[in-house]
């Protein structure tokens, strides 16, 4: 019997120990710089000035328990103008400029052509997507008080591919901090990087990571050029 007990205490410290060090490895977020500390408002207003960069490509990448997403989105961002390409099609095609916004339809079966929705949009319905967004990378839950008044946490800055990114944390107020949402910044740009989500999955707590994949820079005139619309059936 008392070698019965002393295997089931030796099973329970081992899964202690175990559930310990996956935890530790879960929220570990390599060795951080902390001294020099920002407020939340210093970071909400490297966020606003991330959102003026005027030229970057990024192509989102989410990667977690079970991802097997394999489909590819690619945004060019340049001068207010945003192209999204969809597995190598165009998408959208959006000039924050001129208030304008075209979507774009693959081949329809049924009637056997590609369609282009044209539409304008309303200086009110512009400035709201971009409120709290760089370009459809949201990151409301640090700057929108209103409707998301969560705990923040700075948490340091280290080196990321040569460039110094700071690394920030929130969490609902009602929710335990282990559950937060991390977001990495480019400290120079403003721009995020890659934001981290805690959830669970079951029972078991996991992180979900999208990474940016920046590059930036890098987009060009020609390629932010109004896509020609040969092809397409033109809806206004």
């Known amino acids: 019997m008392k070698k019965i007990v002393k295997i089931i205490l030796m099973i329970v410290c081992l899964l202690v120990l175990a559930i310990g060090v996956y935890m530790i490895a879960l929220h570990f ?9 920002m407020t939340r408002e210093e970071v909400v207003t490297l966020l606003e000035k991330g959102k003026e960069y005027p030229n ?19 945004i060019y961002v340049k001068d207010n103008v945003k192209k999204v390409v969809y597995n190598k099609e165009i998408s959208s095609w959006s000039n924050y400029n001129a208030d304008e ?21 309303s200086t009110s319905t512009a400035l709201e997507y971009m409120q709290y967004s760089q370009m459809g990378f949201d990151y409301s ?3 929108d008080r209103e409707h998301f008044d969560y705990n923040f946490k700075y948490l340091g800055e280290k080196k990321i591919e040569n460039r ?8 609902n107020k009602e929710a335990p901090e282990m559950m937060n949402t ?6 120079e740009t ?3 990087t890659q934001r981290m989500d805690y959830t669970f999955y079951g029972i078991l707590p996991i992180k979900m990571i999208c990474d940016r994949n920046l590059k930036l820079d890098v987009v060009t005139d020609e ?13 206004q």
Request: charged share 30%; hydrophobic share 35%; net charge negative.
């Open 29 to 37: 977020d390599g060795f951080l710089d902390r001294s020099s500390p």
């Open 101 to 121: 916004e075209i979507h774009f339809t693959g081949y329809h079966e049924k009637t056997h052509k590609k369609y282009a929705f044209i539409s304008k949009m």
């Open 164 to 171: 110094t990114c700071i690394l920030v944390k929130v969490w």
């Open 182 to 187: 991390k977001f990495v910044i480019d400290k």
């Open 56 to 74: 970057y490509y990024y192509s989102p990448r989410e990667e977690g328990w079970n991802s097997v997403d394999e489909n590819v989105t690619e």
């Open 190 to 192: 403003g721009l995020v």
């Open 223 to 235: 390629e932010m050029k109004r896509p020609d619309l040969t092809g397409y059936e033109v809806i």
């Open 141 to 143: 839950l640090i700057a």
